[in-house]
Nanobody, 119 residues
Framework: QVQLVESGGGLVQAGGSLRLSCTAS????????MSWHRQAPGKQRELVAS???????NYADFVKGRFTISRDNAKNTVYLQMNSLKAEDTAVYYC?????????????WGQGTQVTVSA
């Protein structure tokens, strides 16, 4: 079992910055991908960015150049540095971890952290 705990959300003015953190605990494989997703009211959850344990990154087009994903493997922690925030970035941000352990692939999710950007 894997548990994910996010932190760092809050209220910020447009143009400002926030840094989200997510720490995983439990049985974690040596090969996994950690990601950030978001869900705005009335909208579907969408992928924001992902990073493999080896450091390969992937970003949604709407955050390229503004958000940076990184991770500290020793701490099983993934970060999302969000700069130049816009009102449309307002959402609940969720962390996830995808791994295959003993031949079983599973996804784990955190509880989410609210990010509100005021115009």
């Amino acid at each position: 079992q894997v548990q994910l705990v996010e932190s760092g959300g809050g209220l910020v003015q447009a143009g400002g910055s926030l840094r989200l953190s997510c720490t995983a605990s439990g049985i974690i494989s040596g090969s996994n991908t950690m990601s950030w997703h978001r869900q705005a009211p009335g909208k579907q959850r969408e992928l924001v960015a992902s990073i493999t344990r080896g450091g390969n990154k992937n970003y949604a087009d709407f955050v390229k150049g503004r958000f940076t994903i990184s991770r500290d493997n020793a701490k099983n922690t993934v970060y999302l540095q969000m700069n130049s925030l816009k009102a449309e970035d307002t959402a609940v941000y969720y962390c996830s971890l995808d791994q295959t352990l003993y031949g079983v692939s599973r996804s784990y999710w955190g509880q989410g952290t609210q990010v509100t950007v005021s115009a």
